[in-house]
């Protein structure tokens, strides 16, 4: 992992169908054993919306559940592998780092009948998962992306800088009468 205060040089960007989501250390993308995961968080809000996949995370069981339409694939935190509805495994598992679950974009999108692709942009790389009705090609969704990225990508170098910055004192203000102090009438 990443020291939270620096900026990665190379950074991995998660899009949703259509959006670029933010960019965080936390919920970046990164490769393990030869696969990309994703953070699970993806499947919520409006990329969930729009890739019809919700999930569901108990933490007390270390349990992970993505679902559309009747399928689930449920992954324990301390398996190297998912189960679906019918309990056939699915490899690899899922990987939780500082409180985030990763899951394998390739088994996610095999099983939900999903695309994903890795693009290689200006910045580093972009992780873009689409239901398979998206036309538009890899190249094509970068070039159209990339106003998109700038902006998350500066959002991010800004969250950083924050992080760098020193809290700034109160200010001291000047107190005025309590309780204890005498009535000092209008003159």
């Known amino acids: 992992a990443l020291p939270s205060a620096q900026a990665a040089d190379r950074v991995y960007f998660t899009a949703v169908s259509g ?3 933010p960019l965080s250390d ?8 030869g696969y990309v995961y994703i953070a699970s ?3 919520t809000g409006a990329a969930r919306e729009s890739l019809g996949i919700s999930q569901v995370f108990n933490s007390d069981q270390g349990r ?13 935190l301390s398996a ?3 189960l679906d509805n019918d309990g056939v495994a699915y490899y690899p598992g899922a990987i939780q780092r500082n409180g985030t679950v990763f899951v394998p ?22 992780v873009w998962l689409r239901p398979q009705s998206y036309t538009l090609s890899d190249k094509l969704y970068a070039d159209e ?9 500066a959002a991010y170098l ?3 800088e924050d992080a760098l910055q020193p809290e700034a004192p109160s200010p001291v203000l000047p107190s005025g009468p309590t309780t204890s102090d005498p009535y000092i009438p209008p003159a």
Not at 105 to 126: H, K, P
């Open 19 to 21: 959006y670029v989501l």
């Open 26 to 33: 936390n919920t970046m993308p990164f490769w393990s054993g």
């Open 41 to 43: 968080s993806i499947f």
């Open 64 to 76: 992970l559940v993505l679902y559309s339409g009747g399928r689930s694939l449920t992954y324990t």
């Open 80 to 82: 190297n592998c998912a």
């Open 105 to 126: 974009a390739n088994t996610v999108s095999r099983y939900f009948d999903l695309v994903y692709s890795v693009i290689e942009v200006e910045r580093g790389s972009l």
């Open 145 to 153: 992306a990339q106003y998109s990225m700038e902006s998350v990508y």
């Open 158 to 160: 800004r969250a950083k």
